[in-house]
């Protein structure tokens, strides 16, 4: 085994290594894309890329027809063609929230470190997973902490069923007293005479789920309560 071959394995391998990183923190917080995923996309990148690379100097020789490939022509199509596999985990779970944005960011991210191993840039692999990781684990906590008001508040969905139509102007006005801003209401009248109530309220990080629950369902006139923490 030569050097150029144990220069591929290690490349394969430190991939594969950075790869699990990335996958290991999306499958602690029990995401559709984990390990296996991203060590595929990962490997798999890298290997295109040792192949694209690799191919540019093997396939031209000395006096044959004079073959001119670019080095990296397969890494480019796997920066658009792994668009796709991003788009599969993005999920609209109502009117306006969308999740799976941060996965399927993570998959281009994945696929990136490993097209940065098999180019031979290993310290800004190294440095590009330090970064994702700190970026998606650590950031959002210093923003909830020092940032604006805006990255210091968290979306909840409240379904409410309502028995009195003059009860969903009270329920209103007692989730602004309670400082909860109102983003989006949505009233519908059901068959059995009730009307459901679907508002959308952002509140204080700090603010558990279920305390908002507890203080919905013991108001006069809610039937019944449909929580939901979308952020």
């Not at 020789?61 to 920066?79: F, H, K, S, T, W």
């Not at 940065?116 to 994702?132: Q, R």
């Not at 009860?167 to 009248?189: A, C, G, H, S, T």
């Amino acid at each position: 085994m030569d050097n150029m071959e144990l220069e591929i394995l290690f490349k394969l391998g430190l991939s594969a290594v950075l790869g699990l990183v990335i996958g290991l923190e999306r499958e602690l917080k029990r995401k559709p894309v984990g390990l296996k995923t991203s060590l595929v996309i990962s490997i798999v990148s890298c290997l295109l890329t040792i192949v694209s690379i690799q191919s540019a100097y093997t396939f031209p020789q000395p006096g044959n027809v004079n073959i001119q490939m670019d080095p990296l022509r397969l890494a480019a199509q796997i920066v658009s063609g792994i668009g796709f596999l991003g788009a599969g985990v993005i999920l609209r779970r109502g009117n306006d929230s969308i999740s799976g944005l941060t996965t399927a960011a993570m998959i281009w991210g994945a696929a990136g470190i490993g097209i940065a191993v098999g180019a031979g840039f290993y310290i800004e692999a190294f440095a590009g997973v330090a970064l994702l990781i700190l970026s998606v684990e650590f950031v959002p906590f210093i923003m909830k902490a020092v940032g604006p008001k805006q990255l210091r508040e968290k979306e909840i969905m409240l379904n409410l069923n309502i028995r009195e139509k003059e009860q969903i102007e009270k329920v209103v006005n007692f989730i602004m007293e309670k400082k909860y801003n109102i983003r989006r209401i949505r009233i519908k009248d059901l068959d059995n005479g009730m009307h459901h109530v679907q508002v959308l309220v952002t509140v204080d990080f700090r603010n558990k789920t279920t305390d908002v629950y507890y203080i919905i369902s013991e108001l006069h006139g809610v039937e019944r309560v449909d929580i939901e923490s979308i952020s």
